[in-house]
């Protein structure tokens, strides 16, 4: 069955750091997200990415996060210069549609920020 | 803004018994409602999507329920059994492919 990975499980950096955590969602998949959970809380939405461009961003992602689709497989996340507070599991999902259908989440990074 | 809310509290059941998972949103009624279930350190797995005029929907031993007129989802396990212990989430997409999820509902069902 297909399904979403994502690399690397665990990363650790220090504070100002720039980190680029990795998906590559299910291939026939055209919509692709990214969403943040801090430990015991709520997954929240970062981003949508649709057509090679993002569809909808929350208030969250700010000038230090980017997405990329560098080539038609990976889709990537950017956090330019991390701070404490970004620590966080980071989730990559994809769908076939929009979101009337049914997301597929990866097994998440988890971003420690020293 | 539309918030959606679920009861924080664990739900503690017996095996054989039926759970029931509540989700109540304000403002306006989304098109649809999502189920999602989430293990500890997994990222969330979709289960069931129901849509605004439906009343009801079924996969093998889950159910959910929409109710527009209280604001309401329930979402039930029947036969519940100690592998369904997890955290379960209920979400909505907002604007054009943007999405909230609720804080989930731990069920623990004991043996």
């Known amino acids: 069955e297909p399904e979403v990975t994502q690399t690397p499980s665990h990363q650790v950096t220090q504070m100002g750091q720039e980190v680029i955590l990795r998906c590559v969602p299910i291939?026939?998949?055209?919509?692709f997200y990214w969403y943040r959970q801090i430990l015991g809380q709520k997954v929240e939405f970062l981003v949508s990415f649709y057509n090679n461009e993002i569809s909808e961003k929350s208030e969250i992602f700010d000038d230090q996060f980017s997405v990329e689709r560098p080539d038609g497989s990976n889709f990537t996340l950017k956090i330019r210069s991390t701070k404490l507070e970004d620590s966080a599991m980071y989730f990559c999902a994809s769908s076939d549609s929009t979101g009337s259908y049914e997301q597929y989440f990866g097994p998440g990074t988890r971003l420690t920020v020293t | 803004s539309q918030k959606i809310e679920q009861n924080s509290e664990a739900l503690n059941i017996q095996e054989g018994k039926t759970a029931t998972l509540t989700c109540n949103y304000t403002n306006y009624s989304p098109a649809y409602l999502q189920w999602y279930r989430q293990d500890p350190g997994r990222g969330p797995v979709f289960l069931l999507l129901?849509?605004?005029?439906?009343k009801e929907k079924r996969k093998e031993r889950l159910k959910v329920t929409f109710d527009t007129t209280l604001k309401q989802s329930l979402f039930h396990i029947t036969a519940s059994q100690p592998a369904d212990s997890a955290t379960y989430l209920c979400?909505?997409?907002?604007?054009?492919?943007?999405?909230?999820f609720g804080s989930g509902t731990k069920l623990n069902v004991k043996p």
């Open positions: 979400a909505y997409e907002d604007n054009f492919n943007k999405f909230y």
């Open positions: 291939s026939n998949h055209l919509y």
């Open positions: 129901i849509r605004e005029n439906e």
